[in-house]
């Protein structure tokens, strides 16, 4: 079999990532195919070839525009070129007004070249492998039922929500809801309405977690919770006292026979650093447990958080009840 005349060129185009070689000073001196061809899908005329294009001005140019990836980039190429790095290699995204995107960058001295002054640049497109990661990671943060966050995305947000409480001495407001007697919900009505009415209470919390600092979640089987960013206590109690309404009013979807309710503690806390997730948690679920005892269907938000250092002793907190 006859191979063509230049083999290696014809591989060079072949191939489905985009290959550039570029010299010293980082002025590009042949690309392939898949190179050209992205350019023109990407803004540069037609029949573009790169000829006469300075890569490491392009990079620079970007860079000096506030695009932190060029940058990176060009740090990458600039330790390839003087020898300080054999290779560099970079993932980084690349989106378009269409489609996200994201590529693999690898940079390396050009094999078999003696001089020494040529080196490749090789781009690979990784959009696959990164919006499959996205949706594992997605997944892992969701609760399947409800579609609300799952308990290890609460502990996430609990705590990213309360450092930024801490720097801008704002209150965050915590709310735990646990249905009240599910068990015999599930038994009465089975477990597929069961679910449903899980269903219903999720819908219920999203649609009263509005800004971007709010969090709707369920941590456990009946229990969910929502994290109120900078919210008062007022406002933490005009919103649960809304979802205890909704939540009775579900009633009137099931018919009188399926009626639901939640019980309900809260509490609204300018932290301090030495005020912990698990400790503002205790706090709210001990009001839980009081609207529990004091017969379901009812708030009872924690008053007052007494905030300095803790010891082994857990610092007193108030209640209050309402029905
Ligand atoms: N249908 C359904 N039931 C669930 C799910 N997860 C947990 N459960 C049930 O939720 C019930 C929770 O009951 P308990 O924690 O005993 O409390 P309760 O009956 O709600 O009583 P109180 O909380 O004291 O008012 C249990 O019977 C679980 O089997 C689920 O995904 N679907």
New binding site residues.
Partial sequence: MQLPPSLHTSILHSLEDQIAVINQSGNILEVNLAWQNFGCENGMPSGYTCEGFNYLDTLSNAAAAGDNYAGHAFQGIMDVLAGNLEVFYFEYPCHSPNEKRWFTMRVVALHGDESGSLFVISHHNVTQRKLAEERVEELAMKDP?TGLSNRRAFEFFLSSEIRSSIRNQTPIGLVLI???????Y?DEFG?AA??QC?INVGQILLAHARRPSDHSARIG??EFALILGNSPLEIVRQIAESILKSINDLKMLFGDSKQVSV?IGLLSVIPHKNITEDFLFKEADKALYCA?SAG?NQIVAIQSITTMPRTSLEPPSHHESIN
């Fill in positions: 039922l646990d249905v009240d007697y599910f068990k015999n599930n477990h069961g679910d899980l089987g009946d019980s529990k379901r």
